[in-house]
Each structure stands twice: as structure tokens, then as C-alpha cells.
């Protein structure tokens, strides 16, 4: 990625996205990841809850393990907001037909001691960031449709 894409989606986030959106406070736990075998610490260092026209979604600037870039940014939706093993048994599926999206189990306020299971989607662009918008949204529909099945079998 080059450092003018980078700086041009750090200018857009400031601008038009994190403006508009709430930052949330708290300590949130480090998002991990496994890079080449070697799990990898990716330590919070703003969270956001975006509002009007991307109500529903949050925006996760971490610390990168790595010092090019120093910091990677994270588009969030909720998938459910209380997580159990057998939501994220039914969600795996239909993330994995879509490329570089994460699902982790993650208190998004920590004093409630609720578990919601998002889906993350890493941004690169700025136009990278609205594919992820419209990705992560078909994602929690396919997901908010295969509940309904399982509700009417039973």
C-alpha cells in the first residue's frame, strides 16, 4: 500500500467518517491475529460507533504489530449481540466466501459483561472502505436469514 492511499484514507476517516461517529471509551481488550503460525497483538487504540447513514457499524483503529503502517483500521458490524459457540458455528459459513473478513467474540461495552459477535473487515482505501460497508451488510443479512430458518424448524 502506498503512503499516499494510506494518508488519503486517514484525511477521509478524519473528515467524514470518525466527525460524525461517537468514540467510545473504555479498556478493550487486544484483537489477535495468527500471522504465519505466530499469533500477533493488535492493541486498541480508538473505537468508534459510526452513526446516521452507517448506524450499526463500528470503526476499530488498532496499534500495528509492525511499524509500516503504524496504525490499521477495522470496519465492525454486529452480527448478534450475545455470541454463544453455536452463533459462531453458523456464521463461519458464510464468511468463508468472502476474502479477509475476521469474526471475533468482543465486548464492545465491557462493564455489561455482553459478548457480541462482529465481523471485521480490514480498510486499506478509502474506496476499500465503502466495498466493506456493502460487504459486511449482505454478511449480517445472509446471517440474519440463516437464524430465521433454524427458528422455523423448530
Same mark, same amino acid.
Given at each position: ?10 484525511? @477521509? ?6 466527525? =460524525? ?10 484483537i489477535s491475529e495468527i500471522v504465519e503460525g505466530t ?5 486498541? =487504540? ?7 447513514? @452507517?448506524? /450499526?457499524?463500528? #470503526? ?8 509500516e503502517p503504524k496504525f490499521r483500521h477495522f470496519l ?9 459457540? @453455536? #452463533? ?23 462493564? /455489561? ?15 476499500? @472502505? ?6 459486511? =451488510?449482505? #454478511? ?5 436469514? =440463516? ?8
Amino acid at each position: 500500500m502506498t503512503s499516499t492511499s494510506r494518508e488519503s484514507l486517514e484525511s @477521509f476517516l478524519k473528515t467524514e467518517i470518525i466527525k =460524525k461517529a461517537m468514540e467510545l471509551k473504555g479498556r478493550y481488550p487486544s484483537i489477535s491475529e495468527i500471522v504465519e503460525g505466530t499469533p500477533r497483538i493488535l492493541k486498541i =487504540k480508538n473505537f468508534y460507533e459510526m452513526k446516521e447513514e @452507517f448506524k /450499526n457499524y463500528y #470503526l476499530i483503529k488498532v496499534k500495528n504489530y509492525n511499524n509500516e503502517p503504524k496504525f490499521r483500521h477495522f470496519l465492525a458490524i454486529i452480527l448478534a449481540s450475545q455470541s454463544s459457540d @453455536f #452463533l459462531v458455528s453458523i456464521a463461519k459459513e458464510p464468511i468463508k466466501e468472502i476474502s479477509n473478513i475476521k469474526l471475533i467474540q468482543f465486548s464492545i461495552y465491557p462493564k /455489561n459483561f455482553r459478548i457480541s459477535l462482529l465481523s471485521l473487515k480490514e480498510i486499506r482505501d478509502k474506496e476499500d @472502505f465503502l466495498k466493506s460497508v456493502k460487504i459486511l =451488510k449482505d #454478511l449480517r443479512i445472509n446471517f440474519k436469514k =440463516k437464524l430465521d430458518k433454524i427458528k422455523n424448524l423448530i
